[in-house]
């Protein structure tokens, strides 16, 4: 089925309105956010989609520092 509009993300305009003036191609937002992507040599789809991915999350704000959803390592400040 034909995925609706209404239900895209437009991450173009979301780094326009976050940074208007300044390039907002992936190589760009790659540079800006320090998202390595030294890999990409051609524009492949499964590259391009995981680089965005990363930029995506940085647009909304960032990772969160030392989250970690693995069990075996321990958290800091965690109590006993």
Same mark, same amino acid.
């Given at each position: ?5 209404? !239900? ?7 780094? *326009?309105?976050?940074?208007? &003036?300044? !390039?907002?191609?992936?190589?760009? $937002?790659? *540079? *800006?956010? @320090? ?10 789809? $499964?590259?391009?989609?995981? /680089? ?5 999350? @940085?647009? /909304? &704000?960032? *990772? !969160?520092? &030392? $989250?970690? /959803?693995?069990?075996? !390592?321990?958290?800091?400040? @965690?109590?006993?």
């Amino acid at each position: 089925p034909v995925l609706a509009m209404s !239900q895209s993300i437009d991450t173009l305009a979301m780094a *326009r309105k976050k940074f208007p &003036g300044a !390039q907002a191609n992936l190589d760009a $937002l790659c *540079r *800006r956010f @320090e998202i390595n992507n030294t890999h990409r040599d051609l524009h492949g789809a $499964l590259v391009d989609a995981d /680089l965005l991915a990363n930029v995506y999350i @940085e647009l /909304l &704000g960032g *990772r !969160q520092p &030392g $989250l970690s /959803l693995d069990a075996s !390592q321990e958290n800091e400040g @965690e109590a006993p």
